[in-house]
């Protein structure tokens, strides 16, 4: 996540004839899957690998998996900014600073890329970039004098380290840039809760049969002793009894809990087909002519408002 | 704080179903969405802000105190319909970028457009969009339009909040291309932003000066759904929307002409299903580990 300030470089003078050679990125082993892939494309073009890793400690292993120089830098970006590559390769974690770069030396850059192949006339770089999570790809080709992609590490398979590959280790001096973001720690932080409904065990399902806040009260307390998840019907949902995430029916979540415990629910088909899944069902409701009784394998006909403080004494 | 939401509108992935056989993509029901990371920015803009448009004033003028949330997105009628959407939510401006030059935009085109958005609006402090898009490789807009505009970029955001940034020197360059004098000169304590991000360790809080660029994380917030008075007003006002094209910009040939060209789509191979991993308890345990540690 290291954002660096790109504007205090010189800015780059690259054409198609003076970029070449492939460069990739590698902060650390994980990384290195990337230099294979880098060999295949390197050997087929006849081009030099040049590995930026983050100190001289990895050198060596950069050198047995597939790079011919080695060019140690804290900063992979700094040190390519003075650079005039013409292949980049970044693993996916760092696409922010690659993009940075893209837009430095004015690059196409294909992020995720899977097919990397090169067109030998054009040098064009050609890769697929997954879509709509992976359902499918979309090809596309970039012919920019630069050509950067950012590589999934666990897409592509790492090469057997070879130890007996040479290689150089050039040292540079890399510009230290300042970077205009501040870590300052880690802290405390919950992020709104996003709790699919339908992975609840179990699960306490209100409508509008609870009448009034005091009812959803005493609901809310059933919940938090059992450790479940609150719901509601349609009913519930249209007099503000649950938000439209918490809503159980055909239309809102299909539920399956161990338990699921509906109070002041009438039960129409929608929310009964949705909780067929339910191990077993308990039902409140003060109207004994409810159809939610007949999918109920406990049903209590009784206020759900008068039912609950006996019920939480009992839980007690 | 005047905020510049960009925002995206997609082809609705629950409409459309993959034939790997055939190799093709069957769009059974053509329905546009707003990228979903993009809703959550505009929410984070929307809460950003003391008071967003609440109700029906078609051309948000003369609420929130001075601050403002600009919509901005790029295309036709989809566009503009996710434009009206942000509006109802209680976006004060919504602008579209119709021009037929922006057919094959890619993500180097989309961020000169954006500059060119920010710069002809002026006093943009900070541009939010979402972390990821669905459709293309826009993801890397962010980090580009940052580089574009010089200013900082925070990635996958889960809360921001105002602060006061450390001390660091104004680098505003919004205006004509030269470096902006803040009003209280150099090594001054400016507006600032603290940004709540997801490291592999836990959350961790950044801080940055303003102007800045931050990309929202997918999920990070619950987006507000329009009052639906305001839904009726705004699609009903044609001036809801208002509408620029490339040449309104200011933006040369070079910077409109795509480095990515789209060539088709590919279909990545079947999920081979039913596979038994052989061997004693151990053996077995350390195979599955190896998959899990692969997802």
Redesign the interface.
Same mark, same amino acid.
């Given at each position: 996540m290291d954002i660096a300030d790109l504007s205090a470089l010189p800015g780059p003078d690259l054409t198609a004839e003076n970029c070449a050679d492939l460069w990739v990125v590698v902060p650390d082993l994980n990384a290195a899957s990337l230099l294979g892939e880098a060999r295949r494309l390197a050997d087929s073009l006849g081009c030099y690998v040049h590995a930026i890793v983050p100190d001289e400690s990895l050198s060596e292993q950069a050198i047995a998996r597939g790079a011919d120089r080695v060019h140690p830098a804290p900063e992979a970006v700094a040190c390519l900014a003075t650079q005039q590559p013409e292949f980049v390769f970044f693993p996916l974690a760092h696409f922010a600073e690659a993009a940075r770069l893209a837009q430095h030396f004015r690059a196409g850059l294909i992020t995720d890329a899977r097919n990397l192949s090169v067109d030998d006339s054009t040098r064009a770089l050609l890769g697929s970039h997954p879509v709509y999570g992976g359902d499918y790809w979309v090809d596309v080709s970039t012919a920019s004098p630069v050509k950067i992609a950012t590589l999934d590490p666990r897409v592509y398979p790492a090469l057997y380290p070879d130890p007996a590959r040479a290689g150089e280790v050039l040292p540079s001096a890399v510009p230290v840039l300042e970077s205009r973001v501040h870590d300052t720690g880690l802290v405390v932080y919950q992020p709104q809760p996003w709790r699919p409904l339908t992975k609840a065990k179990i699960i306490v399902a209100v409508g509008n049969g609870i009448k009034d806040a005091e009812g959803f009260a005493l609901a809310e307390q059933l919940a938090q002793k059992l450790g479940a998840e609150m719901a509601a019907d349609r009913s519930g949902v249209d007099f503000g009894w649950g938000a439209e995430d918490r809503l159980v029916a055909v239309t809102g979540a299909e539920v399956a809990p161990e338990l699921y415990i509906a109070l002041g629910i009438r039960g129409d088909t929608y929310h009964n087909a949705a909780i067929v899944g339910a191990k077993q069902i308990i039902a409140v409701h003060a109207n004994p002519e409810a159809s939610i009784f007949t999918i109920a394998d406990y049903g209590v006909v009784a206020s759900p408002k008068e039912f609950l403080p006996k019920l939480l004494a009992a839980l007690d | 704080m005047n905020i510049l939401v960009l925002l995206h509108s997609l082809l609705d992935?629950a409409g459309f179903t =993959?034939n790997r056989r055939a190799q093709k993509?069957f769009v059974n029901h053509e329905n546009y969405i707003l990228n979903p990371s993009d809703k959550n920015a505009l929410e984070a803009a929307l809460q950003l802000i003391p008071s967003p448009v609440a109700s029906s004033s078609a051309t948000g003028e003369g609420q929130g105190g001075g601050s403002t949330v600009t919509a901005v997105a790029l295309g036709d009628s989809h566009a503009a319909d996710a434009l009206r959407q942000a509006r109802s939510m209680g976006a004060h401006r919504a602008i579209l970028i119709q021009d037929p030059t922006l057919k094959q935009a *890619? /993500?180097?085109v989309v961020?000169n457009v954006l500059r060119g958005v920010a710069q002809h609006l002026g006093d943009i402090d900070l541009v939010l969009l979402g972390a990821e898009v669905?459709? /293309?490789?826009l %993801?890397?807009?962010?980090?580009?339009l940052?580089?574009?505009l *010089?200013w900082?970029?925070? /990635?996958d955001a889960? /809360?921001i909040a105002p602060s006061r %940034?450390?001390r660091?020197r104004y680098?505003g360059k919004i205006a004509s291309g030269k470096i902006a004098e803040h009003p209280n000169g150099g090594n001054h304590r400016g507006p600032g932003v %603290?940004v =709540?991000?997801k490291?592999p *360790?836990?959350?961790?809080?950044?801080? %940055?000066?303003l102007p800045a660029v931050i990309s929202v994380a997918v999920? @990070?917030?619950?987006p507000r759904?329009p009052h639906g008075r305001a839904i009726v007003d705004i699609y009903r006002a044609p001036e809801a929307v208002e509408i620029l094209a490339a040449a309104d910009l200011r933006l040369t040939a070079a910077d409109l002409t795509p480095?990515?060209?789209?060539?088709?789509? @590919?279909?990545?191979p079947e999920r081979e299903l039913g596979k038994r991993l052989e061997g004693g308890l151990d053996e077995v345990a350390n195979q599955l580990a190896n998959v899990i540690r692969?997802k």
């Open positions: - | 992935p =993959i993509v *890619d /993500a180097f961020t669905l459709d /293309a490789d %993801a890397q807009v962010g980090p580009r940052a580089t574009a *010089d900082p970029f925070i /990635a889960h /809360a %940034a450390p660091e680098r %603290a =709540i991000v490291q *360790d836990g959350f961790h809080q950044l801080t %940055a000066d999920h @990070s917030n619950k759904y480095l990515v060209t789209r060539r088709g789509e @590919s279909f990545p692969m």
